[in-house]
């Protein structure tokens, strides 16, 4: 089993920046990238970025310059830069973890909130 637990989010005025980050436990060696999903009030949940073990990254198109994520390296935390931040990204932000096996992000963290005010 693999754990994931979040830390970061919170409150910020649109321009701002946030951290996010998530370190993963337990049987970490099932895991081969680690990414963050969103989920907005009344919106399905999508894909924001992702890292792999080669660090190798994909980031959805509407954070693609403001968003980086990094870490991956040792296996058990990434973080997730978030720069000029705007209101449309206020989401609850959840860690996931994709199994090397599955090829699916099939582990998921408690959420995290990042509220963006205009």
């Known amino acids: 089993q693999v754990q994931l637990v979040e830390s970061g989010g919170g409150w910020v005025q649109a321009g701002g920046s946030l951290t996010l980050s998530c370190t993963a436990s337990?049987?970490?060696?099932?895991?081969?990238?680690m990414g963050w999903y969103r989920q907005a009030p009344g919106q399905q949940r999508e894909l924001v970025t992702y890292i792999t073990n080669t660090n190798v990254t994909k980031y959805r198109d509407s954070v693609k310059g403001r968003f980086t994520i990094s870490g991956m390296n040792a296996k058990t935390t990434v973080s997730l830069q978030m720069n000029s931040l705007k209101p449309e990204d206020t989401a609850i932000y959840y860690c996931?973890?994709?199994?090397?096996?599955?090829?699916?992000?099939?582990?998921w963290g408690q959420g995290t909130q990042v509220t963006v005010s205009s």
């Open positions: 337990g049987d970490i060696i099932k895991i081969n990238a």
């Open positions: 996931a973890a994709r199994d090397r096996m599955t090829g699916v992000f099939e582990t």
